[in-house]
């Protein structure tokens, strides 16, 4: 996800192929068709596989599984998960991209770092890194553990893990945007008496819009789909701490195959929608 390409790049207008990008239906062919292949066997393949082996016994085995109350835990707690850390990351990352590209302050650069660090971090060291904080034996364990309060394996780690590796997703969708739009806007509502709500709202909002809904199902579609640092934190509780990409992964361990892929085509109803979605706003952006 980090490698998508913003859906507000500058439009370009059809013009004659330079002598550069022309080149022989021959050589176009073997192009389109390698990047076919290429697609049919890392994406298509894979989806027919786990179509294929999540009814492989049936569809009373695929309702049993999707109807498990483990399941349902797995289903309930990602939905929730995505609840909280969606919106967190959206305020976040329209104030972050605001700070970035209206404002100049020393400590810009290192904001950018911050946000980018993430993307070069694994989800597994970031996961580690609240354990070894608010774990029993981190550097607020024993602070933790005398107030009855629990981060790690409960609920609020797994919030603050999926927190820190999709918090970067919508900042970066606008940040490039915003700079790309300038600020000629907001000086003119300012000089004209509009405050600081006001321009937010009124210019800046406006300009954002699918930017910001194109960076918000991104960091959806990473939040439900998190495994790394959600797996460190969790505790794999059955019932409990489980989202369904884990409960996937036991289900696996366990050889019950059927109700391990009819689980994942849970995860992957889920991305054909976010798709969806997203096509949708592309076309909605490009007119």
């Known amino acids: 996800m980090a490698g998508t390409v913003p859906m507000y790049a500058p439009k370009q207008k059809s013009s004659v192929s330079s002598p550069a990008t022309r080149e022989s239906s021959v050589v176009k062919w073997v192009l389109i068709a390698a990047a076919g292949l290429v697609l049919l066997w890392l994406i298509v393949l894979p989806l027919i596989v786990v179509l294929t082996e999540a009814l492989k016994q049936g569809w009373d085995v695929y309702i049993a599984a999707l109807t498990d109350p483990d399941a349902a835990s797995a289903l309930r707690l990602t939905l929730l998960v995505a609840a909280i850390t969606v919106p967190l990351n959206t305020?976040?990352?329209?104030?972050?991209?605001?700070?970035?590209?209206?404002?100049?302050?020393?400590?810009?650069?290192?904001?950018?770092?911050?946000?980018?660090?993430?993307?070069?971090?694994?989800?597994?060291?970031?996961?580690?890194i609240f354990i070894l904080v608010f774990g029993s034996h981190g550097w607020f364990g024993s602070w933790l553990s005398d107030h009855d309060i629990k981060i790690v394996f409960a609920l609020p780690g797994i919030?603050?893990?999926?927190?820190?590796?999709?918090?970067?997703?919508?900042?970066?969708?606008?940040?490039?945007?915003?700079?790309?739009?300038?600020?000629?806007?907001?000086?003119?509502?300012?000089?004209?008496?509009?405050?600081g709500w006001q321009i937010f709202f009124r210019v800046t909002l406006p300009n954002i819009k699918w930017g910001?809904?194109?960076?918000?199902?991104?960091?959806?579609?990473?939040?439900?789909?998190?495994?790394?640092?959600?797996?460190?934190?969790?505790?794999?509780?059955?019932?409990?701490?489980?989202?369904?990409?884990?409960?996937?992964?036991?289900?696996?361990?366990?050889?019950?195959?059927?109700?391990?892929?009819?689980?994942?085509?849970?995860l992957l109803l889920l991305a054909l929608v976010t798709m969806i979605i997203k096509s949708?706003?592309?076309?909605?952006?490009?007119h």
């Open 91 to 128: 305020v976040f990352g329209v104030a972050a991209a605001w700070a970035v590209t209206k404002f100049r302050f020393r400590g810009k650069g290192f904001l950018i770092t911050l946000i980018d660090l993430p993307f070069a971090v694994s989800p597994v060291i970031g996961g580690l």
């Open 159 to 195: 919030v603050l893990a999926t927190l820190f590796v999709t918090f970067p997703f919508v900042a970066r969708e606008l940040i490039p945007l915003m700079e790309d739009q300038g600020t000629q806007e907001e000086e003119a509502a300012i000089t004209l008496g509009a405050r």
């Open 212 to 266: 910001l809904l194109y960076g918000i199902i991104l960091c959806n579609a990473r939040a439900m789909g998190e495994f790394g640092a959600v797996s460190v934190v969790s505790g794999h509780i059955r019932g409990e701490t489980n989202t369904l990409p884990l409960h996937v992964e036991i289900l696996y361990s366990e050889y019950q195959f059927s109700a391990s892929f009819a689980v994942a085509s849970l």
């Open 280 to 286: 949708w706003l592309l076309r909605k952006n490009a």
